[in-house]
C-alpha cells in the first residue's frame, strides 16, 4: 500500500521560505514522477513542480526561480524548497506520485496524493 506523508508546512512572511518534505512507503520514487499540487480555497488545483525518473524537473511560470523540486532516492523522500514566497503562494499543499516515468502535470495522471499540508503566507 502506498502512503505518502508531508511534513513542514506552516506560516511564514512574504518573502521567506519553506522546505517541504513527503516520505513515501510502498514506492519506489526512483522509477517515476513524483510532483507537488497546491489548492487554495475556491481555486483550481495547480501543479507546482514535477521531477520524473531521469531526475527532470518541470514547473509552471508561477514558481519558476522560486520552487526547487527534489528527491532522495535512498530515503525515498521527496522535497519542495520554497523561496521568495508570496501571498498568493497560500494553499494546501500535497505531494502526489505517479506510474510513468514522465511527468504530465494534471491531477489525472498522479494516482496516488498525501493527506496535504497548509502553507501561509503573509504580507
Known amino acids: 500500500q502506498v502512503q505518502l506523508v508531508e511534513s513542514g508546512g506552516g506560516s511564514v512572511q512574504a518573502g521567506g521560505s519553506l522546505r517541504l518534505s513527503c516520505a513515501a512507503s510502498?514506492?519506489?520514487?526512483?522509477?517515476?514522477?513524483m510532483g507537488w499540487f497546491r489548492q487554495a480555497p475556491g481555486k483550481e488545483r495547480e501543479g507546482v513542480a514535477g521531477?520524473?525518473?531521469?531526475?527532470?524537473?518541470v514547473y509552471p511560470d508561477s514558481v519558476k526561480g522560486r520552487f526547487t523540486i527534489s528527491k532522495d532516492n535512498a530515503k525515498n523522500t521527496l522535497y519542495l524548497e520554497m523561496n521568495s514566497l508570496k501571498p498568493e503562494d497560500t494553499a494546501m499543499y500535497y505531494c502526489?506520485?505517479?506510474?510513468?516515468?514522465?511527468?504530465?502535470?494534471?491531477?489525472?495522471?498522479?494516482?496516488?496524493w498525501g493527506q496535504g499540508t497548509q502553507v501561509t503566507v503573509s504580507s
Open positions: 502526489v506520485a505517479s506510474l510513468n516515468r514522465y511527468c504530465y502535470m494534471r491531477s489525472q495522471y498522479f494516482s496516488y
Open positions: 510502498g514506492y519506489t520514487s526512483s522509477s517515476y514522477c
Open positions: 521531477i520524473n525518473s531521469y531526475n527532470s524537473t
